[in-house]
């Protein structure tokens, strides 16, 4: 049975596909399916409850918080998708040279990445933050670099078996250079592993990214960040509870939907693995 | 024994260099003047000259690097410049709270994660399973500020059961510590399943059935104790995601701890105790890690101790 109609079976992470499917096209149709400008004001309006002219209601502004969770979605699948690219080139870079070219190149890179290893989750990308400064850009970069240790290692761990694999080793016998050698034989072989874990990475990247812009240190007003718009909540939670819980509903569902699709493919990619963790 | 973990504790100083070194580096690449950023435009020539040469900033970025990292030997972290008090009196304010917060989340995530996972995993394919399963993939997509806050609609607003935030009781860590726990809860009950699920089918839990061993004692002491393991493992790393998360948390529930200390160090540029702040977590992260791997020992005694 193909990778797909394996991972088609699964109907888990259909769901999952569909509501990234659903995702993107609101990220790219925004402005036609939005109902309002999501930076609109409406002062009388402002914390309407869902239903009648706001169907998920208005926040603290008066602004449609359906339009600005549609917006949201741009932000959250630009940022993510952006970080993940920044993640996944910089580990395959680092990944490769370590895991191919060993030595102290490899022992200087392995310390380095167990450094940056050793910071709890979401501290390395605040101290980043923190020295860069607020910003969607800044908040991409941090998010990246934040994966860029992991995604070194898991290179690092596939380049050094497949360094050592019979085919690889022929290549080099007949003459491959190795550059050849890298995109040829070795490179096709670390990606779809690689590919799963951009999946689940992108989910924690959404997670990051609002979890940034919650604290203030990410995304700023009065662009339309999930996060953001959680965090304007907080301050009317008792008089208008929707208005921090409906942002965060997006966000779950956007994690969720990319944590689905990712579990799939692992067990479509490797059957080996399926039904563990 | 000894020996190992004097071993482990000297391998864990150059990592914890390596950290301060990072932290001082983002802050030495921030563009323009960082004493500037710190004081505002309006800062008189007098105080921005003081506080440069109390940072030392004069100095090659090496040097400072070198002399702070001598300060810290010697137990001096700095002065905050916010606060106008040493950092090493702010972070010992605040982390009794942290470490209790996060205590509590990680023995709630533990005993929550462990006993799901371990039913699902005796019941598979079942009603349990299933419910549990669904669960942990929720659990592990919900923001954790925003579990937090609805947690504060239903049960302090709607409910007025608990307190909305603050420290001082135990009805007040309630809420924090179940927010804070709930995505280690989904990865524990995942990862115990799958473990007993693998142990499980091992030929030794076949014999031990086959020759009359009750269930529980099955599980208990054949499949529980190989499956903690990678439990164990997973428990050391969801350490770091637990503090990484207590920041946040501590922001939704105005609890006062170290993650509280270091947004505000952030919102305020106080660089010294952001440094201090990112190195205690570290240092309490890694000495986890190594109590982690000092009760595999415990665990299996297959596991020598040459590490």
């Known amino acids: ?277 | 024994m000894l020996t190992f973990v004097v071993r482990r504790l000297l391998l864990a100083v150059p990592v914890l260099l390596g950290v301060v070194f990072v932290v001082m580096l983002t802050v030495d690449l921030l563009p323009g003047d960082a004493v500037t950023l710190m004081l505002g435009e309006h800062a008189t020539q007098d105080a921005v000259a003081k506080l440069r040469d109390h940072l030392g900033l004069d100095k090659p970025f090496l040097v400072r690097y070198l002399e702070y990292v001598g300060r810290v030997a010697r137990g001096d972290l700095g002065r905050s410049i916010q606060q106008n008090r040493p950092v090493a009196a702010e972070l010992a304010d605040a982390w009794p709270a942290t470490l209790q917060l996060t205590v509590a989340a990680l023995v709630l995530a533990a005993v929550a994660g462990i006993v799901a996972g371990v039913a699902s995993a005796v019941w598979p394919n079942s009603f349990f399973d299933a419910l549990a399963r669904l669960g942990s993939l929720f659990g592990l997509s919900m923001p954790i500020f925003w579990t937090g806050l609805v947690l504060i609609v239903v049960f302090s607003l709607w409910l007025n059961w608990l307190p909305v935030g603050g420290a001082g009781s135990l009805t007040h860590l309630v809420l924090p510590a179940v927010t804070l726990a709930l995505p280690s809860v989904a990865m524990i009950s995942r990862m115990t399943r799958a473990a007993v699920l693998d142990v499980l089918r091992e030929d030794y839990v076949r014999t031990a059935r086959a020759k009359g061993v009750g269930e529980f004692w099955v599980l208990g002491r054949h499949a529980l104790r190989n499956a903690f393991i990678p439990i164990l493992t997973l428990l050391g790393l969801q350490s770091g995601q637990l503090m990484g998360g207590a920041v946040l948390t501590e922001t939704v529930f105005a609890w006062p701890g170290l993650g509280r200390l270091m947004v505000k160090a952030i919102f305020a540029r106080d660089y010294i105790l952001l440094q201090g702040a990112v190195l205690v977590f570290a240092l309490a992260f890694v000495v986890i890690n190594l109590l982690v791997d000092l009760s595999y020992g415990l665990l299996d005694p297959r596991i020598g101790r040459q590490g």
């Open chain 1, 1 to 277: 049975m193909t990778a797909w109609r394996r991972f088609t079976r699964n109907r888990l992470a259909v769901v999952g596909l569909a509501l990234i499917v659903v995702l993107a096209l609101s990220a790219v149709l925004a402005p036609w399916l939005a109902p309002y400008d999501p930076t609109r004001q409406s002062l009388v309006e402002k914390r309407s409850k869902p239903g009648g002219k706001y169907w998920l209601g208005a926040d603290e502004f008066g602004r449609d918080i359906l339009s600005r969770v549609i917006y949201g979605s741009r932000v959250a699948l630009l940022v993510g998708v952006l970080s993940v690219l920044i993640a996944l080139a910089g580990g395959l870079v680092l990944g490769t040279m370590s895991g191919f070219f060993g030595g102290w190149l490899d022992a200087v890179l392995m310390r380095g990445i167990e450094i940056l290893l050793a910071f709890p989750y979401l501290l390395l990308a605040l101290a980043i933050v923190a020295a860069m400064g607020t910003g969607a850009l800044n908040t991409t970069i941090a998010v990246g670099v934040w994966g860029i240790p992991t995604v070194t290692r898991m290179v690092r761990g596939s380049v050094l078996a497949l360094r050592e694999t019979e085919y690889v080793g022929a290549a080099r016998a007949l003459g491959a250079a190795t550059p050849a050698l890298l995109r040829r034989h070795i490179l096709p072989n670390v990606i779809p592993g690689l590919v799963v874990y951009a999946t689940l990475f992108m989910a924690n990247a959404i997670l990051l990214e609002a979890a940034l812009s919650f604290l203030g240190l990410g995304v700023q007003p009065p662009t339309a960040s999930w996060g953001l718009m959680v965090s304007t909540g907080r301050d009317v939670l008792l008089v208008a509870p929707h208005v921090a819980t409906v942002p965060g509903i997006a966000i779950m569902v956007a994690v969720l939907a990319f944590n689905l699709v990712g579990d799939g493919l692992r067990d479509a990619l490797d059957p080996r693995m399926r039904g563990s963790a």
